[in-house]
T-cell receptor, first 112, second 118 residues
Framework: QKEVEQNSGPLSVPEGAIASLNCTYS??????FFWYRQYSGKSPELIMS????GDKEDGRFTAQLNKASQYVSLLIRDSQPSDSATYLC????????????FGTGTRLLVSP | GAVVSQHPSRVICKSGTSVKIECRSL??????MFWYRQFPKQSLMLMAT?????????EQGVEKDKFLINHASLTLSTLTVTSAHPEDSSFYIC??????????????FGEGSRLTVL
């Protein structure tokens, strides 16, 4: 089992819709969770971090964490074509000091 | 915000040569830097953790003699791909962990370096 799993997609949504991206992780002791956005040929950029169960909202983005189910998600409201990118879920397992483990990423396509 | 600079952003080299990639934290100190490799359509894979003033810690399956890491100062880590082969062609990305001021505890990514070995 991979440490961090994501559906590779692509996930296609129309402009203005809500995009829902999901991620599961294997290390039950993980405490830190991150969502990064990566455009083709570019380095990842941090969108959200979440550390406790529940929802965390920042503008159009909402991260949701459920440690019991080992599940973290990212909702993007009012999706824009500029949101089209690969979204990487990253986790710091209980074993590492700020050692991020990335999922394979989900490619999001927002059509005008 | 804090900035991490990687150089070169793109490099093309012949098989058998060595290539050095630099990762600099421009406005903060970083005792720990991480080196990742990303193949096309794949995720970032951690290669090694670079610690200032000590030997790097390599992930399983990464050859330490092939990927030389030097972290000689609080703002600079270098990755040298020795005797590069076409299969080493990849996107190499560093990240730096801030240890002071506004950057303390935060992780910042460099822009990445695309290596093509002919």
């Amino acid at each position: 089992q991979k440490e961090v799993e994501q559906n590779s997609g692509p996930l296609s949504v129309p402009e203005g819709a809500i995009a829902s991206l999901n991620c599961t992780y294997s290390d039950r002791g993980s405490q830190s969770f991150f969502w990064y956005r990566q455009y083709s040929g570019k380095s990842p950029e941090l969108i959200m971090s979440i550390y406790s169960n529940g929802d965390k909202e920042d503008g159009r983005f909402t991260a949701q964490l459920n440690k019991a189910s080992q599940y973290v998600s990212l909702l993007i409201r009012d999706s824009q074509p500029s949101d089209s990118a690969t979204y990487l879920c990253a986790v710091i397992p209980n074993t590492g000091f700020q050692k991020l483990v990335f999922g394979t990423g989900t490619r999001l396509l927002v059509s005008p | 915000g804090a900035v991490v600079s990687q150089h070169p952003s793109r490099v093309i080299c012949k098989s058998g040569t060595s290539v050095k990639i630099e990762c600099r934290s421009l406005d903060f100190q970083a005792t720990t830097m991480f080196w990742y490799r990303q193949f096309p359509k794949q995720s970032l894979m951690l290669m090694a953790t670079s610690n200032e003033g000590s030997k790097a810690t390599y992930e399983q399956g990464v050859e330490k003699d092939k990927f030389l890491i030097n972290h000689a100062s609080l703002t600079l880590s270098t990755l040298t791909v020795t005797s590069a082969h076409p299969e080493d062609s990849s996107f190499y990305i560093c990240s730096a962990l801030g240890t002071s001021g506004r950057a303390a505890g935060e992780l910042f990514f460099g822009e990445g370096s695309r290596l093509t070995v002919l």
